[in-house]
């Protein structure tokens, strides 16, 4: 089977987040099990050419060109555009991670033009919107795909209400709840209870609360002055603030921010890290988080985070409702007895719920069925 992937942006600084890991890890899974899978997207911040390689997965790149001062919804590539009658015609399936933009609407509408087994998995990016671009790109162009897609896959109940939302009753009939999933991973050197290291590593913006982590550190120093803390990831609009509020609080000497992470580096520091910490609220479903969960780092998440009610259940980490219990709960985490309960029913969670295997196979009945 050949399979098309598409999503929005590829770059060496991840700055697209999320849904790249994704397409990767469900392209590899499909790799694995014979099937030829392959990455579409735009590509932008590499030194020399676009790479026609991602981590093992075919990968068609197209320069990106910034239409018009609006994230991610302003980069297309003309050329992206010209190809994707004939890109989406080659696939046996072509599998859309759909968001309101100029490279993924236009894919998944050749998709439907030409008659393609068409999948919409749409990451938490598709909600109820009140801006103008929004409502207008979901008259355009996002009710026809999503009612005319043959499977929409979401994440969380509450993401498949929001697509309800947006397309209006009846409600979508083909919806299918798919989980991300995270390849297995050994687990990771046992921390030996010294010399924590607390680690944040997702983007620098304001819903994900980095600052939140920073404000947290002092309190946790008094308790383990011999911590050590790292904040990473692209800058969306919050690297300053992490700075300033790591500057009032004398804290340069204590907080690494070595910016965007490789995907090698992220698992990397990962295993070093004694507890992931993520402050975001209404994260649909952190694929850092399940990376953390697949080496044993336990992780502390927020009560909106899709994935808190599984951390909870399995004591894989902590959940907490506001920033004011990060402290105790990392705090908590540090208890050596606590910490190695933890990370082995971390690392159980993300080989058994969140097993790629089981996504994959998953994945292959919804293909089959279209």
Excluded at 28 to 50: I, M, N, V, Y
Aim: hydrophobic fraction near 50%; aromatic fraction near 4%.
């Amino acid at each position: 089977m050949r399979v098309l992937h598409a999503v929005t942006l590829h770059s060496p600084t991840h700055a697209f987040g999320g849904p790249v890991r994704v397409a990767l890890n469900l392209a590899k899974g499909l790799k694995e099990r014979g099937h030829e899978a392959g990455l579409l997207a735009l590509g932008d911040g590499f030194d020399s050419a676009l790479p026609t390689d991602v981590e093992g997965v075919p990968a068609r790149l197209y320069q990106a060109r910034r239409l018009a001062p609006l994230g991610f919804s302003g980069i297309t590539s003309p050329a992206l555009l010209g190809s994707a009658r004939r890109l989406v015609r080659e696939a046996d399936v072509v599998h859309v991670h759909l968001a309101r933009d100029l490279v993924t609407l236009p894919v998944a509408l050749a998709a439907l033009r030409a008659g393609r087994p068409l999948v919409l998995q749409t990451h938490g990016m598709v909600d109820p919107s009140g801006k103008a671009l929004a409502k207008v790109l979901d008259a355009l162009a996002v009710r026809r795909l999503l009612r005319g897609a043959g499977a929409v896959l979401y994440l969380t109940e509450h993401e498949r209400a929001g697509l309800d939302a947006v397309v209006g009753a009846p409600p979508l009939a083909r919806a299918v709840r798919l989980v991300n999933g995270v390849p297995a991973q050994e687990p990771r050197t046992p921390w030996d209870g010294t010399a924590p290291h607390l680690v944040y590593a997702a983007r620098l913006q304001a819903r994900k609360r980095p600052t939140d982590f920073v404000a947290a550190i002092p309190a946790l120093l008094a308790a383990h002055p011999d911590a050590r803390f790292t904040v990473a990831g692209p800058d969306e609009g919050e690297l300053g603030a992490v700075r300033a509020l790591v500057d009032t609080l004398g804290l340069r000497d204590k907080v690494a921010l070595p910016g965007p992470l490789s995907g090698e580096a992220m698992l990397r520091t990962l295993r070093e890290a004694t507890v992931y910490v993520l402050p975001a609220v209404d994260e649909p479903f952190p694929m850092s988080v399940l990376e953390a969960l697949s080496v044993g780092t336990p992780a502390v998440v927020t009560t909106s985070n899709g994935l808190a009610k599984d951390i909870a259940r399995a004591g894989a980490g902590r959940v907490v409702t506001t920033a004011d219990g990060l402290a105790p709960a990392v705090g908590d985490l540090l208890d050596p007895a606590h910490h190695a309960e933890a990370s082995r029913a971390a690392h159980a969670l993300a080989g058994g719920t969140f097993a790629m295997d089981a996504v994959v196979d998953r994945l292959l009945t919804v293909y089959e069925g279209l």
